[in-house]
């Protein structure tokens, strides 16, 4: 994925949830640590690569989200958050997303 060769590496990622179905979830908790210790560049991989392996993992966007803001990279950060919106448009969560966009957009 990180070649930009998606159709090569999917059969890799399926590879690795057949050996340990756990593994999405683990590369979330240590995203999350990462947050918590502000190490942003190490949080969005996990996140990133979390949604490698499991696309339709939509809290990994809102904390990849996060973690781009806190590498200064508002423009992607709100893709992030909007990519979270389109699957939950109500929650507190939801309320946290949208304001971190409109906060985004002013620093521009």
């Known amino acids: 994925m990180a070649m930009d060769k998606p159709d090569e590496a999917r059969p890799h990622f399926a ?10 979830a683990a590369l979330y908790a240590e ?18 690569t979390m949604l490698w392996l499991d696309p339709t993992a939509h809290r ?6 996060v973690a781009l803001a806190g590498l200064g990279r508002n423009k992607q950060a709100i893709a992030s958050y909007e ?6 448009a109500t929650s507190a969560w939801a ?7 409109r906060r985004l957009k002013e620093a521009r």
Not at 15 to 24: I, M, S, Y
Not at 31 to 48: C, H, I, W, Y
Not at 60 to 65: D, K, M, N, P, V
């Open 83 to 88: 990519r979270y919106l389109k699957t939950d």
């Open 95 to 101: 309320k946290q997303a949208k304001d971190a966009i």
């Open 60 to 65: 990994a966007h809102y904390a990849r989200g």
């Open 15 to 24: 590879k690795v949830l057949q050996l340990n179905p756990d593994r999405a």
């Open 31 to 48: 995203g999350e640590r990462a947050l918590n210790t502000k190490s942003f560049m190490v949080a969005n991989l996990q996140f990133q």
